[in-house]
């Protein structure tokens, strides 16, 4: 049995459309972050991290969302989640997933957690006041970048795809004008309608 560690409205919404993609078993444990529950004496023994998603295996904890969506596409190969068959398209695939992780979910992420890297409430102001242009930026790469498939890699679907989605999310709360990434927004449409995704929104409350 697997075990995810979530809040609503964060990345961990793409592991979960992805463990259902899968047809995985899964339980879910919810934090409060309004709590401060990520950074309980319990889930930093767990995660010292204090960040989800986090997926516990029977091996042991697992986390970043790149890593659990790969995870999750290797564990459950008859799903076709992944291209596991060809490597350079794999390496593509994990490429694409790394620029959400390490630029555009970054760029967002100065707007509510700008005191990860400042405790001067100037600066964090000024990071916050910044996220629409970066994240415009950010999108607008993948905007130029996507394929001419239905699906953020091509005619296939994959683990990229509910990352993206959720990344999609965050357009108009960042001050993203919907209308510079036409391409991005149909992918969300798209995914919305997709019975994995509707159950996931479902389940992430």
């Given amino acids: 049995m697997l075990t995810l560690y979530y809040a609503p ?17 899964y339980a879910s444990k919810r934090l ?9 004496a319990d889930f930093l023994a ?6 989800v998603p986090a997926l516990a295996t029977d091996r042991g904890l697992l986390t970043e969302t790149t890593a ?23 390496a593509q695939l994990q490429a694409f997933m790394s620029y959400l992780s390490s ?7 100065h707007g509510p957690r700008g005191n990860r890297w400042s405790d001067d409430p100037a600066a964090i102001a000024a990071m916050k006041a910044y996220v629409p242009t970066a994240m415009t930026a950010a999108l607008a790469l993948i905007e130029t970048q996507l394929p001419k498939g ?12 509910p990352f993206l989605f959720t990344i999609a999310q965050w357009v ?28 996931a929104l479902s389940e992430d409350v």
Avoid: W
């Fill in 46 to 51: 767990l995660n010292p991290k204090g960040r």
């Fill in 103 to 109: 630029t555009v979910h970054v760029a967002h992420a």
């Fill in 150 to 161: 239905p699906f953020a890699m091509g005619d296939r679907y994959s683990v990229a795809d």
């Fill in 9 to 25: 409205r964060t990345c961990a919404l793409a592991t979960r459309i992805a463990l259902i993609d899968a047809g995985a078993d």
């Fill in 32 to 40: 409060d972050f309004t709590k401060g529950e990520q950074r309980s």
């Fill in 68 to 90: 659990l969506l790969t995870y999750i596409a290797q564990s459950f190969p008859a799903a076709r989640l992944a291209p596991l068959e060809d490597p350079f398209a794999m």
């Fill in 172 to 199: 108009e709360g960042d001050g993203v004008d919907p209308a510079a990434v036409p391409r991005i927004m149909a992918h969300r449409n798209m995914m919305a309608a997709r019975p994995s995704v509707i159950r």
